[in-house]
């Protein structure tokens, strides 16, 4: 069955310190994939998206994530994190298979981000 | 400015009181869904739309109803809520079905049933 992991339930950063939110999927064809990030009280927001091509990409706010199809992989990162970074990161991917639009989200990584 | 709405934020309810969530979305998309949150489980699909009268059932659709009269409108009813319908539920919206597409959500609708 599709899925998508993400191993963290938690994690805690210095403000200032680097970052890297893991992200695994399980799927048998080319993977539509994104990060969304939900801060507190708020939506989803859309953080950056592999579809093909370069598979390190750029998304706002200074994230990065990249696709490594041997690892079935899609891990976000920031060279700095800032305190309003703290917030609820979800992993997704869309098993365009299906058909139906569907996005299958990981569990999201709380991240805490220390003075 | 481009978004999805949805209304109310917050409604607390009691069991079996029929209630209307509405979802508009501003962007002339053709697909719209809605998802609900629970800990631990990220997000899962209820219900999604293709396009204007095609919908289709979700992961989670049990106790849920849907209709798009219009293109912008997707409500979501729950005919007679029951506590494990408390939840925080967001409604989506992409430009087209049947292509891989950045979904926008709304600000989410938290839910509780008592």
């Known amino acids: 069955a599709q899925s998508v992991t993400q191993p963290d339930i938690h994690i805690t950063v210095s403000e200032g310190a680097s970052l890297e939110l893991r992200c695994n999927y399980s799927?048998?064809?080319?993977?539509?994939l994104f990060w969304y990030v939900q801060s507190p009280g708020q939506g989803l927001q859309l953080l950056l998206k592999?579809?093909?091509?370069?598979?390190l990409v750029q998304g706002i706010k200074g994230f990065e994530a990249e696709f490594k199809r041997s690892q079935s992989s899609f891990n976000l990162r920031k060279p700095s994190v800032h305190w309003s970074d703290a917030a609820e990161y979800f992993c997704?991917?869309?098993?365009?298979?299906?058909?139906?639009?569907?996005?299958?989200f990981g569990q999201g990584t709380t991240l805490q981000v220390k003075p | 400015e481009a978004q999805v709405t949805q209304n109310p934020r917050y409604l607390i309810t009691v069991t079996g009181k029929k209630l209307t969530v509405t979802c508009s979305q501003n962007?002339?998309?053709?697909?719209m869904s809605w998802y609900r949150q629970d800990p631990g489980l990220g997000l899962r699909q209820i219900y999604y739309?293709?396009?204007?009268?095609?919908?289709d059932k979700g992961d989670v659709p049990e106790g849920y109803k849907v209709s798009r009269k219009e293109k912008r409108n997707f409500p979501l009813i729950l005919e007679s809520p029951s506590p494990n319908q408390t939840s925080l539920y967001f409604c989506?919206?992409?430009?087209?079905?049947?292509?891989?597409?950045?979904?926008?959500f709304g600000p989410g609708t938290r839910l509780t049933v008592l």
């Open positions: 989506a919206s992409s430009l087209r079905s049947g292509f891989p597409d950045t979904q926008y």
């Open positions: 799927y048998g064809a080319t993977p539509y």
């Open positions: 592999y579809f093909s091509g370069d598979t």
């Open positions: 997704a991917v869309d098993p365009y298979s299906s058909n139906t639009g569907k996005l299958i």
């Open positions: 962007m002339n998309h053709e697909y």
């Open positions: 739309s293709m396009n204007v009268e095609v919908t």
